[in-house]
């Protein structure tokens, strides 16, 4: 199965002549300046001499051109060799740019050059066939409210997993299939929850061992046990997971490292001895990249210039990628970071889920179009899911899968696919893409309104009936047959399958964890000088209270003030690693990705870790015993300082091991099983250390002060103790390696949709289906942009607001409904937003400066003037990196950092960000949610925060309900929101789909509200479902901002209006066509820059009127004022945190259990050692071992509740941080309530 691409996914069958050869010439790309003849003469000297080398020094030399001016000011060719492994920056960037100018158009045109010169050496490329045979999902799972992680849950999963394992189950899990007799060898799409996910990570070998699986898989008939599939193939999961800290540059080149070349220098070779016998001398380019990319491990790779380029990083590949915490690149490009991270490598079969959520419709087509063309011309198979892609998109792809349910509604050409439809009675309406209609054909809520034929009664087409129907279909009898015919296995090629576990040597792996190991602790180094800074001013205050002319040696008294210094010095060094916990934590997920992806072996993650950390330790330790030893007064003898020293750091490298372990084990028992065994340990080695030293006495002080504290005193307990603090270091970094387990994800399913699931396979296909309800039993309070009526106060009144089922209703595009009364809202005065001439900057980023970039500055938003009026809905457009997040985030009085200017007005007066916070709401693009509360419980908690206090308790429980019938989350109401990519709601549930939410958004603005809205990848009927749009282009540069116009007629005639901009096409996507024709590809082509066009228009003109006419107030106007910073009182902010937190505590068994579990073991383990001390009270000493006994206790438990209770900190902190923002509490409340 190579060269075939399908929608949502890409796969592969064999297309022999499916591509012409007279579309690989290539004249015209690669232009010459001087003379052909005496260019051509010189490159044959060149490769005259290449071809004389040896053949490994042959296999790394090639040609590179470079155009240089001579001293005649005039340009030249020069022809030099290079040797492919010292290509600097320059050249990788100066051949990118000279042979990669338009990517997707000179992609292709390399890509043809590479296919023909491989095809005219008589080379076959191996290509993998997937085929995957009545394969079948289950999976066992709680429902309903037994699903949450409540304490009460997590008390009884322990009690049915004990007697499990004794053979005793009487768990009442319900089973929920998943995939439900898959058979096919193509790829597909489907709506949210149909399975996608699920066949992907099955096909990629990559299911959860917990998943009861059926079925078969096979690669070039192969079965997944005789080969190593998750080499031979690559799964890119949806979840963006990345380092923030590095590059986008320095993401792929790791990957590009670590993946290694594959079979690319085996081809380079046969290819290069095949050349050599036929006397063909290459091309320099094609030679130059396909050598460059065969060698191994470099450090970074031409793939990655090149991959930069494909997927439209190249602008941002010096920025880091960023985190929750750290300002970097776009979400739209993290997303393409994530398939860049798979395609720098050789794996050649990917299966790619949902790749473009957050990407423009350009981009996408972008991106996809690269990939067709990599699928094509080096037969490829790429399996692809994507969540309603554009037309065009969606045109590139050869064959369809679409899932419904767990089961394959149709699979097969895509030219086939409306035709299988309409012959069961759904046509796809005239304005509406296919893919949006095959997402909606399939659901029992949209199904209606494509039944083709109006004389007869519509009926509800069940999925189960759609599949039967599929197996009649001529297309489903033809995959059949293909099935029945199994794959020859001596056809397969040698190289198609990879048979070892890790593609580049231990030692590369090694060196290039070693790699990234070292620019993270660059990249971190403030936490280490923190660390160093802290340690230096600790190590003074030790020294000042245990001052050495206070520390007498007179007496066994004088002896309890060294063992307190020493106890000190112990824990403080100890808990000096501490850091590494929160380090560790935050890489885990990473980690966790690179070896699921057989990236590297484990210990090569570890090894550069601890190794690393020895030099700091050393510094550090060196660093506290100079200051404290002879300060405080401790033994003078140079071997006992030494001893000291070794020991401080040996401390140091196990707490730190420790600590990773912890990290490793997600904070259990073992801080206290191994902690507390090897404090007392390092106590007794480090006292013994210090006080066996010779005095005048008969029995010397020290022994007798050992004694008295019953401390071993013989000398070899020192060397008993170093060898015990190595072998806790050396042992506890394997086990940290060994113990990463991932957290198993939550599923969330509600009783309904079991029962709903059940039904819909249990009922007769003829029956009418149940009939959604139209409207909800309950009003509907709504918010947005709202001011104040003179008087400070709210009231309620009951307005009119649209419920037409698809957007396009509102141009005439839909089925005619009745609209119907909904809802309670607020009272408010209509506001306008206006802006003139805004800018946007932040500091250049050190890396650009290393670059060579002189500016002090970075500008991302350049001279952006508009309107956001009230009533009309506002779309932000742009390709990604356009800075529309960006301008979203100023407007809203986001950005905390960087530096604006221009003039921003609420209704003609200036925007003060504490009241308009009060009446704005701002949904960000990131999912920033407390993850241990309901869908429900998440917009009671808002509700009850934002909604002024007049409003009572049971009408904002009123409002709760109505949101959530109108965004459709009545079967998640009772769902945990979980952790983003790992527990609690998917993707898609925590975005609803495009069109729910659109219905939403035109309800709101039909009100008068003031909405603006980014969006990415529109179908037809969503961007006509809005009335005014702003575009930007990368630079953030305003290129239209006015009306879209029936059918978008009138932003079409604006840019057709531009010399050399081409026609729509018809029934083509408005949206992806202005993005497309507005490219800076088309810029280029054009010589036309549009954001100066724009300024030049007679639209722009009356855009800065309607600006000015905005930016005075209307008479009589008052500026918006609140009596209060925040709608609640802070007793009602109190209430309101509590109650979040109330439930976030008692949803974190992990957490509490930890604790639980840690006190009872500390207080066995001091109880065990200070057995009856508190019973001996006749001297001081009696009274220090009772107060230490209590100091132990206090200390230990303590640092253990810190430690537990960061992480759950650090979730909602980044909760806090937007909440706040909105203007929804003031900081003390949620402080005093968590």
């Not at 299988?420 to 997402?439: I, M, V, W």
Request: overall charge neutral.
């Amino acid at each position: 199965m190579s060269g075939r691409i399908m929608s949502g996914s890409i796969s592969q069958r064999i297309m022999s002549g499916s591509i012409s050869r007279r579309s690989w010439s290539m004249e015209g790309v690669f232009s010459r300046r001087h003379s052909r003849t005496v260019d051509e003469d010189e490159e044959a000297l060149k490769w005259a001499a290449i071809e004389k080398l040896p053949t490994y020094e042959r296999l790394r030399t090639s040609i590179i051109k470079s155009i240089i001016e001579n001293e005649h000011q005039q340009t030249e060719i020069v022809h030099r060799e290079v040797d492919v492994r010292k290509l600097d920056v320059n050249d990788r960037q100066n051949f990118i740019s000279n042979v990669f100018k338009v990517a997707e158009e000179d992609n292709e045109k390399f890509l043809k050059k590479y296919r023909k010169r491989i095809d005219r050496v008589g080379i076959q490329l191996p290509k993998v066939e997937v085929r995957f045979e009545h394969l079948t999902v289950e999976a066992n799972c709680y429902i309903g409210s037994r699903a949450l992680p409540t304490l009460a849950n997590a008390a009884k999963n322990s009690v049915e997993w004990v007697l499990g394992m004794l053979g005793i189950s009487f768990a009442k899990r319900t089973k929920l299939k998943i995939l439900k007799d898959a058979s096919g060898i193509k790829n597909h799409q489907g709506p949210p929850s149909s399975g996608k996910t699920t066949l992907l990570l099955a096909l990629a070998g990559k299911l959860d061992s917990n998943l009861k699986t059926t079925g078969e898989i096979t690669y070039n008939g192969y079965k997944l046990n005789e080969f190593v599939p998750r080499k031979t193939s690559a799964y890119i999961s949806q979840n963006d997971v990345h380092v923030g800290v590095m590059t986008v540059k320095e993401t792929l080149d790791f990957s590009a490292r670590c993946q290694g070349v594959g079979t690319r220098y085996d081809l380079q070779t046969e290819l290069a001895s095949r050349e050599k016998q036929a006397g063909i001398y290459p091309e320099a380019e094609l030679d130059l990249f396909m050598k460059a990319t065969a060698v191994n491990g470099m450090e970074s790779n031409l793939i990655t210039d090149y991959t930069l380029k494909i997927l439209g990083l190249d602008i941002c590949k010096d920025t880091i990628v960023g985190d929750e915490m750290l300002r970097g690149i776009s979400g739209g490009q993290k997303k393409r970071v994530t398939t860049g991270e798979m395609i720098v490598g050789p794996t050649k079969t990917l299966f790619m889920d949902e790749i473009s959520t957050g990407l423009d419709s350009s981009t996408t087509y972008q991106i996809v179009k690269c990939l067709q063309q990599i699928v094509h011309l080096t037969d490829a198979t790429v399996l692809m899911s994507l969540l309603q892609p554009a037309p065009e998109t969606f045109d590139l792809f050869d064959d369809i899968i679409l899932l419904s349910e767990g089961q394959i509604v149709y699979q097969g050409p895509r030219e086939c696919v409306l035709n299988f439809f309409e012959s069961c009675g759904f046509r796809c309406p005239e304005r509406k893409g296919t893919a949006d209609f095959l997402q909606e054909v399939t659901s029992r809520k949209d199904q209606k309104q494509y039944w083709a034929d109006r004389s007869m009664p519509y009926r509800y087409v069940s999925v189960a009936e759609f599949v039967e129907k599929f197996k009649r279909f001529h297309v489903g009898m033809q995959l059949k047959t293909e099935l029945s015919t199994p794959f020859d296995k001596s056809l397969s090629h040698r190289a198609a399958l990879v048979f070892t576990k890790y593609s580049v040597p231990r030692m590369q792996l090694l060196k290039a964890c070693w790699d990234k190991e070292w620019l993270l602790i660059k990249r971190n180094a403030f936490v280490y000088v923190s660390k160093a800074v802290q340690l230096i001013i600790v190590a003074f205050i030790a020294s000042t209270v245990f001052l050495r002319t206070k520390m007498h040696t007179r007496n066994e008294d004088d002896g309890g003030l060294y063992i307190s210094a020493l106890t000190f010095s112990v824990i403080h060094n100890m808990f000096n690693g501490y850091a590494e916990l929160s380090l560790m934590i935050s890489r885990l997920p990473v980690f966790y990705k690179h070896r699921d992806l057989l990236f590297h072996p484990a210990w090569t993650f570890t090894l550069p870790t601890f190794l690393l950390m020895v030099p700091i330790s050393i510094i550090e330790s060196i660093v506290w015993v100079v200051i404290a030893y002879f300060t405080i007064g401790f033994a003078s003898e140079a071997g006992r300082f030494f001893k000291h020293l070794a020991l401080v750091f040996l401390t140091q490298q196990m707490a730190a091991g420790i600590f990773r372990l912890i990290a490793g084990l997600c904070r259990t028992m073992i801080i206290a099983n191994t902690g507390g065994a090897f404090a007392l340990l390092l106590f007794s080695c480090l006292e013994v250390s210090s006080y066996l030293k010779a005095s005048d006495n008969v029995t010397r002080l020290g022994v007798a002060v050992l004694e008295n504290f019953d401390i071993f005193t013989d000398d070899d307990w020192y060397w008993i103790g170093a060898v015990a603090l190595v072998g806790f270091t050396i042992v506890s970094n394997p086990i940290h390696h060994c113990s990463h387990v991932l957290k198993p994800k939550q599923a969330i399913i509600s009783e309904e949709t079991i029962n709903e699931t059940e039904s819909g396979h249990q009922e007769d296909s003829t029956a009418e289906p149940r009939q959604r309800r139209p409207e909800s039993k309950k009003d509907s309070i709504s918010r947005s942009l709202s001011s104040s009526d003179g008087k400070n106060t709210r009231e309620m009144e009951v307005v009119r607001m649209s419920s037409q089922s698809n957007p396009s209703e509102r141009n005439g595009a839909g089925v005619n409904s009745v609209a119907v009364k909904r809802g309670m809202i607020l009272p408010f005065t209509p506001l306008a937003m206006s802006f003139d001439s805004v800018n946007y900057y932040v500091d250049m980023p050190s890396e650009m400066k290393d670059q060579g970039v002189a500016e002090d500055r970075l500008q991302l938003l350049r001279e952006v003037t508009g309107s956001f009026r009230p009533g009309i809905l506002t779309a932000l457009m742009g390709v990604s990196g356009a800075g529309k997040t960006t301008l979203m985030d100023v407007l809203a009085g986001r950005k905390t950092g960087g530096y604006i200017e221009g003039d921003i007005r609420i209704s003609g007066f200036p925007k003060k960000q504490e009241t308009f916070a009060r009446i704005s709401g701002y949904c960000e693009q990131t999912d920033i949610h407390s993850p241990q509360v309901t869908v429900k419980e998440s917009l009671i908690y808002s509700a009850f925060l934002r909604l002024p206090r007049e409003v009572s308790k049971e009408e904002k429980m009123s409002f709760v309900d109505e949101v959530m019938e109108l965004v459709e989350l009545d079967n998640l109401k009772d769902a945990i929101v979980g952790l983003p990519g790992a527990t609690g709601l998917s993707t898609e549930q925590r975005k609803r789909a495009a069109a729910i939410v659109m219905r939403t958004v035109r309800n709101t603005v039909d009100t008068g509200r003031t909405v603006v809205c980014t969006i990415h990848q529109p179908s037809i009927d969503i961007f006509e479902a809005f009335d005014e749009l702003l575009l930007m282009k990368r630079g953030g540069q305003v290129i239209y901002l006015g009306p879209l116009g029936r059918n978008s007629h009138k932003i079409i005639e604006y840019f057709e209006a531009i010399p050399g901009v081409p026609k729509i096409k018809e029934k083509y996507n408005p949206a992806t066509w202005m993005l497309e024709v507005s490219s800076i590809a088309a810029e280029i082509q054009l010589g036309v820059d549009f954001a100066e066009h724009y300024k030049s228009s007679s639209l722009y003109e009356r855009n800065k009127a309607l600006v000015k006419e905005l930016s005075t107030p209307p008479p009589g106007a008052s500026d918006l004022y609140f009596a209060s910073i925040y709608s609640q009182s802070t007793w009602g902010q109190f209430k309101s945190c509590l109650w979040k937190q109330w439930w976030t505590y008692w949803r974190s068994p992990d957490y509490n259990l930890v604790r639980f579990f840690f006190t009872l073991i500390t207080a066995l383990i001091v109880g065990t050692i200070f057995w009856k001390v508190g019973s001996k009270r006749e001297s001081s000493n009696d009274l220090t071992v009772i107060i230490g006994a209590m100091y132990s206790s206090v200390f230990f438990i303590g640092v253990n509740n810190c430690s537990t209770v960061q992480p759950i900190i650090t979730i909602e902190r980044s909760v806090f941080y937007r909440e706040k923002a909105a203007g929804m509490y003031s900081a003390l409340p949620y402080a005093l309530a968590q």
